[in-house]
């Protein structure tokens, strides 16, 4: 396995908090916003500020027509981008203290992550360019989860990337993504609750252009094209890692895999 893919599986954890944990959820949802997906974009859209849907609907490019009009702009009615910020942290922070504790990699590892995901290039990582904008963190469990999530956007970013040079638009990634894995798009949670109809018409496109079979089941230019769009992924996540030496790559890897063991293994509270 490559060096960049094995860092991602290390650094994912640390940022999922954001939107697999209850606490980052509860602090949003003090700001008074409505529900659970106005959280998800309050957190995640904030650095872009009050940008329009299309804005953050093409940056995040995977979302289905109409789905972040829903929620943006109402959620600036209701609380600012920079308060969004601050409880989205405030929370991650928490969840991340309960779930891994006092652990002694931690401030290393936030310094090597941080090292890492300041040096890399922002020329086309938009969500990663607005998040490079907001101030460090001093504390190290804080420190290391918005490494983490500037890690973790860059790649997200250049993932973007490859699915448009692949022609691959945003819900026939998540179906992409799902065949690959052995599941029915209509099993897969991002995008099972659309409209049978629409997910079929999706389903049928992709058909037609050979990345699915006749029995609905990904071809074997379908699994050739996602294999493609992941070493491209890959490609273009390694420069955030140039920064550091071997030694300090090593270091890293070593100082996050107990901390990503605990997140992995903590569930839910």
């Known amino acids: 396995m490559r060096t960049v893919r094995r860092l991602h599986q290390l650094v994912e954890p640390i940022h999922l908090v954001a939107y697999f944990a209850e606490e980052p959820d509860e602090a949003l949802l003090a700001l008074g916003l409505r529900n659970t997906w106005d959280a998800y974009f309050a957190g995640r859209a904030a650095p872009l500020g009050r940008a329009p849907a299309a804005v953050v609907d093409a940056i995040f490019y995977n979302f289905a027509p109409g789905e ?19 409880a989205r942290q405030r929370g991650c922070v928490a969840a991340l203290r309960r779930s891994i504790g006092d652990m002694s990699t931690i401030a290393r590892a936030a310094e090597l992550a941080t090292k890492a995901a300041i040096s890399a290039p922002i020329q086309g990582r938009p969500l990663y360019a607005a998040l490079r904008a907001l101030p460090l ?20 970013d250049g993932h973007n990337a490859a699915l448009v040079a692949a022609g691959i638009g945003g819900t026939e990634a998540h179906v992409l993504h799902a065949l690959s894995e052995g599941m029915r798009p209509e099993q897969f949670g991002r995008v099972h609750h659309l409209p049978a109809e629409q997910l079929a018409a999706v389903v049928d496109g992709m058909r037609a252009r050979g990345l699915v079979d006749d029995d609905g089941l990904l071809s074997d230019a379908g699994r050739k094209t996602k294999d493609n769009i992941e070493a491209v992924t890959d490609d273009l996540a390694e420069p955030a890692y140039a920064a550091l030496t ?24």
Not at 68 to 85: G, S
Not at 139 to 150: G, M, N, S, V
Not at 261 to 268: Q, R, Y
């Open 68 to 86: 972040v009009a829903r929620h943006i702009p109402r959620i600036w009615d209701l609380t600012t981008p920079e308060r969004a910020i601050a």
């Open 137 to 156: 963190p001093a504390e190290p469990l804080a420190r290391l989860w918005h490494a983490a999530t500037l890690l973790r956007e860059h790649r997200g």
């Open 246 to 269: 071997p030694g300090e790559v090593d270091q890293l890897i070593a100082d996050l895999e107990p901390i990503a063991a605990k997140l992995t293994g903590a569930g839910p509270r």
